[in-house]
């Protein structure tokens, strides 16, 4: 089985704050971990992914995620907020755990983030 | 178009109504998901199809009927719905491969009175 638990379901900075928003996860096989990002009215649109290779991921917009097996946590941070950062963000894991052939993601609960001027 | 269409965006039903949304992706993908995302709950995968056959099944109710002509094309069937139901419903599409990123659509709002 695998889950996902988004910390803080809103987050408010400041422009040009640094921005985190925090992702822990579980999951009995090495997982795949993913950000997206949803603007009002929008469907959801991928920020980045973490697949294995580098625990370091860079995105779209400036944002990256580090990958940190020991704390199962794949947190997403960005370092200057921009008013149209403001959004909902939401991590999601899936694996190759018994053998399917599509992408069964798990997502978190969401975080809502406000940017203030 | 490109990406993932999905109409309608908005969808006011009663409960004795029968409604279809549709999804379409432009994209190449063999792999298509409908889920839905109601308020303080997180998405929920509803239905799977990939290569054009059904693979998942969520334990969703049978009012909602999905349907998958082509790998292009996706459908949700709705009959005699719940107000419960009333949520967005996301449709998304992928290359078949459990590491491979889902593309989402725009939604469907759909309201139950």
């Known amino acids: 089985a695998q889950s996902v638990t988004q910390l803080g379901s809103h987050v408010s900075v400041s422009e040009g704050a640094l921005v985190l928003l925090r992702c822990n996860y579980s999951?009995?096989?090495?997982?795949?971990l993913f950000w997206y990002v949803q603007y009002p009215n929008q469907g959801l649109q991928l920020l980045l992914k973490?697949?294995?290779?580098?625990?370091l991921v860079k995105g779209i917009n400036g944002f990256e995620a580090e990958f940190k097996k020991s704390e199962t946590s794949f947190h997403l941070t960005k370092p200057s907020a921009h008013m149209s950062d403001a959004a909902e963000y939401f991590c999601a894991v899936t694996s190759g755990l018994g053998g399917t052939s599509y992408g069964k993601l798990t997502f978190g609960q969401g975080t809502i983030l406000t940017v203030h001027p | 178009e490109t990406g993932v269409t999905q109409t309608p965006r908005h969808l006011v039903m009663g409960m004795t109504n029968k409604k279809s949304l549709k999804c379409e992706q432009h994209l190449g993908h063999n792999a298509m998901y409908w889920y839905k995302q109601s308020a303080k709950k997180p998405l929920e995968l509803m239905f799977v199809y990939s290569l054009e056959e059904r693979v998942e099944n969520n334990s969703v109710p049978s009012r909602f009927s999905p349907e998958c002509p082509n790998s292009s094309h996706l459908f949700l069937h709705l009959h005699t719905l719940q107000p419960e139901d009333s949520a967005l419903y996301l449709c998304a599409s992928s290359q078949a491969g459990y590491d491979n990123e889902q593309f989402f659509g725009p939604g469907t709002r759909l309201t139950v009175l």
């Open positions: 999951s009995s096989v090495p997982p795949y």
């Open positions: 973490y697949t294995s290779a580098a625990t």
